[in-house]
């Protein structure tokens, strides 16, 4: 099949085939097997078979069209694991039988100063993601990681190490690196007390990881049957964030707070918690705005901040700094005839910590 795109560099004749996925056409369709485009390797693309993938909240947000700009048909999934198959004749990364993985990022750029940076996700012309995003070589829409394989080029494309298991290693590439950069930037690490608000997919993985850093962690969750699993996660403390004894003990005494919470929720609270300088950074996405008290900020010169994943070199050295310290997420695998009951499950909060697809059953 051939297809003809207004590329970068003109129209320019880009062959394809199909293989098998797992998507929808509708916020009304449960998902369901069909058929998608995938590029022939061009001279600096890598082919990779797909052996797992994690469902990110994100998915839930885009199938159901929450955001608004779904692109029907869509095809999920931006926490990918596979096996490299083939490699373009310039690629210089990957060799055919390579472990590699792929994100939230499959093109930007290249030439902006964020680009330049290494932070692709804050690219100039937009970054464009593993779906849902217009591909700027076939000009559709890109169809992410629910199907067998995948053709990224090689500047998107990570290395997976070979020592982590690799499906529960699945969910690193997007709530891994989702924690582990604002961890970094705000310098997490030994005499820094840092609070981590809420326990799913991406506060269990803050655990590990914020321990791993060497700072002191204590969670905060409103769930009481999750204050003992957060110490088993590596906690140092956990609170009961709804007993207000407990909160009034952390009162003026962290250095940074992770705020991984995706419903309303009061900051301010929270806010209330950290030291002089401190921060609270959102990584969740609540549906409606939050409100901020200005002595909240004002006193103690402290601030409210966000961050939103990471760049290709940084989701590198984060899968690096996970396998050193053998860091997973806490799985459970499925097989993608169970992908609907995942998502319905997904939405009441029924999982500990990430589903992840294992996609072998699709290619028979």
């Known amino acids: 099949m051939e297809v003809q795109t207004a590329a970068l560099a003109g129209k320019v004749t880009i062959n394809t085939r199909n293989v098998k996925a797992i998507g929808t056409e509708s916020e009304k369709k449960p998902l369901g097997k069909m058929s998608i485009p995938r590029r022939e390797v061009l001279p600096n693309d890598v082919e990779m078979e797909i052996l797992f993938c994690g469902i990110c909240h994100s998915d839930l947000h885009q199938i159901k069209n929450d955001f608004g700009g779904t692109m029907f048909p869509i ?3 931006h926490e990918i694991v596979g096996r490299v198959t083939r490699v373009g004749n310039m690629v210089t990364k990957f060799k055919v039988g390579d472990l590699a993985a792929v994100g939230c990022i499959v093109d930007s750029c290249g030439k902006c100063e964020y680009c330049k940076d290494d932070i692709q996700q804050f690219c100039d012309e937009g970054v464009t ?3 849902n995003s ?3 070589h076939l000009g559709v829409a890109t169809y992410g990681g629910f199907s067998e394989s995948i053709v990224t080029n090689e500047d998107y494309v990570l290395h997976m190490p070979e020592k982590l298991d690799l499906a529960g290693a699945a969910p690193l ?3 891994g690196i989702t924690v582990y950069s604002p961890l970094k930037h705000w310098k997490a690490g030994p005499g820094k007390k840092v609070g981590i608000l809420g326990i799913g997919g991406l506060g269990h993985l803050a655990i590990k990881i914020a321990k791993a850093m060497g700072a002191h962690v204590v969670v905060f969750t409103t769930s ?3 204050v003992e699993d957060a110490k088993r996660l590596g906690a140092d403390e956990a609170v009961l964030s709804t007993d207000a004894d407990q909160m009034q003990k952390y009162a003026r005494s962290l250095h940074f707070i992770l705020d991984t919470v995706s419903a309303k929720h009061d900051v301010n609270t929270y806010l209330n918690l950290l030291r002089h300088d401190g921060s609270v950074v959102l990584v969740g996405l609540p ?10 900020v004002v006193v103690g010169r402290r601030s409210f901040s966000g961050s939103n994943i990471g760049g290709i070199a940084e989701t590198q050295e984060m899968l690096d700094f996970c396998a050193k310290h053998n860091i997973t997420a806490e799985i459970e695998l499925i097989n993608p005839d169970q992908v609907n009951e995942a998502f319905v499950r997904l939405e009441k ?3 500990k910590y990430r589903f992840v697809i294992d996609m072998s059953p699709l290619k028979k």
């Open 75 to 77: 095809v999920p999934g």
């Open 129 to 131: 993601y593993s779906f």
């Open 134 to 136: 217009l591909d700027k």
């Open 173 to 175: 590439l997007c709530a």
């Open 224 to 226: 009481a049957s999750k």
């Open 287 to 296: 549906p409606q705005p939050l409100e901020i008290g200005a002595f909240s």
């Open 349 to 351: 909060g029924d999982v």
